[in-house]
């Protein structure tokens, strides 16, 4: 793995975007991440909370890109048995 | 400050009262899950423990102390990255992630104006291209793949994250002006 495709899958790691599994329904991880060795998940976990804090403070009501995608989802589910 | 004086809304189904005990237990939550991050994806943990907040909101008594449903999540959230941590027959789970998540149930922060126009005032400095990447993500609400956005703005994946990255970048040395030190606010 090249530095730069690394640095790919660090800042792929850090968006919102997560499906959810078909079979348990759970949230489910990023393919990135898998890839990553430990420092450079560490680098994205720490990304991350940067990303959220830039987002929280460019939302009119404070929202990062995980609270709209679980808003998402809770709208259209209400409430999962 | 005490989160639960959005509870009895939540427990009663409305979402926007969620969505303001979002806006501010979402901080915490992820900060908790920092001992697990070379080990389960957090971004995970923390959507799947937010959604299980929302459903168990109802069942949550409060206790005569502040944040019964914050400190609630965050107990799930810990719970679902050790379960994780498991089934992936990863490393196995240390002393020093027992129980540390709660000190962060009562240091819940206020959101900091200054702090919220100065990140405005830099993101409509940030270049063109980066500043593109940046809004796309944003606008996209987590319900897209980045290939999905990128597409859309007419760049390449590459190119997208790339320019992702130099946004974050960029917005940070604009706040480090200002001096303001994004890794410490986060």
Not at chain 2, 111 to 138: K, M, V, W, Y
Request: contains cysteine; neutral net charge.
């Amino acid at each position: 793995m090249t530095p730069d495709e690394r640095e790919e899958l660090i800042e792929a790691v850090t968006t919102a975007h997560r499906t959810i599994d078909p079979f348990t329904r759970m949230v489910r991880g990023h393919e990135a991440f898998h890839d990553l060795d430990d420092d450079g998940r560490r680098v994205a976990y720490e990304r991350t909370l940067a990303t959220r804090a830039i987002e929280r403070a460019l939302d009119p009501k404070g929202w990062t890109t995980t609270a709209r995608a679980v808003m998402s989802r809770l709208r259209p589910a209400a409430r999962r048995p | 400050m005490d989160l639960d004086l959005h509870l009895a809304s939540i427990a009663a189904g409305d979402p926007d009262a969620f969505g303001a005990w979002m806006a501010e237990a979402e901080r915490p939550l992820r900060a908790s899950l920092r001992s697990f991050a070379t080990r389960v994806d957090v971004e995970a943990v923390v959507q799947e423990a937010l959604l299980r907040a929302w459903n168990i909101a109802p069942r949550v008594e409060r206790d005569g102390a502040p944040n019964a449903l914050l400190r609630v999540t965050l107990r799930i959230a810990r719970n679902l990255a050790i379960d994780e941590v498991r089934r992936a027959r990863s490393v196995a789970v240390g002393d020093d992630d027992h129980d540390a998540s709660l000190r962060f149930a009562t240091t819940v922060a206020m959101p900091d104006p200054l702090l919220r126009e100065a990140i405005h005032t830099c993101s409509e400095r940030l270049p063109a291209r980066p500043r593109q990447a940046l809004l796309a993500r944003i606008a996209s609400e987590g319900a897209e793949h980045d290939g999905t956005i990128a597409a859309r703005i007419g760049m390449r994946l590459n190119t997208f994250l790339q320019n992702f990255t130099r946004a974050r970048k960029l917005l940070a040395d604009c706040l480090r002006g200002r001096g303001i030190d994004l890794g410490e606010v986060v």
